[in-house]
Structure formats: structure tokens, C-alpha cells
């Protein structure tokens, strides 16, 4: 719904929605790896995996923004 939307307006509100559900997960995996029921394997995944290619989509998003 959000993504088409965005399409509506345009690829600078698309590429804003990207980057929001991109940052809503990188919270989510940071609030993981502060709760102490999340299980080290999974932690382990989180850090070394899932949030660095977070990372990397945000700063692929942002440049990408920059040429639009």
C-alpha cells in the first residue's frame, strides 16, 4: 500500500518509502539484539548479516536520492 503510493507521486516518494521500511527494520533488528529472549544464533545473524545489508540498502537509498 505505502509502496504504491509512493508510485503515485513519484520515485523521490518511492525512494522515502523505501528508506522508511528500510529504517523500521533496522530498528527491529537493534531491538532485537537488546532483548535478552532473542537467542544468540540469532543475534549472531542479526549483526553480522541482516543489519549490515540494512546498512548498505540505506546507503545505496541515499545515494540513489541524490541523483533523482
Known sequence: AVQGAA???????????LKQGEEH??????EALADDEVIPA???IIRDEL????????DWVEKLSLTV
Open 7 to 17: 508510485n503515485l507521486l513519484g520515485e523521490n516518494s518511492a525512494l522515502a518509502s
Open 25 to 30: 527494520g533496522k530498528k527491529a533488528y537493534e
Open 42 to 44: 540469532c543475534k549472531a
Open 51 to 58: 543489519l549490515p545489508r540494512v546498512n548498505r540498502h540505506l
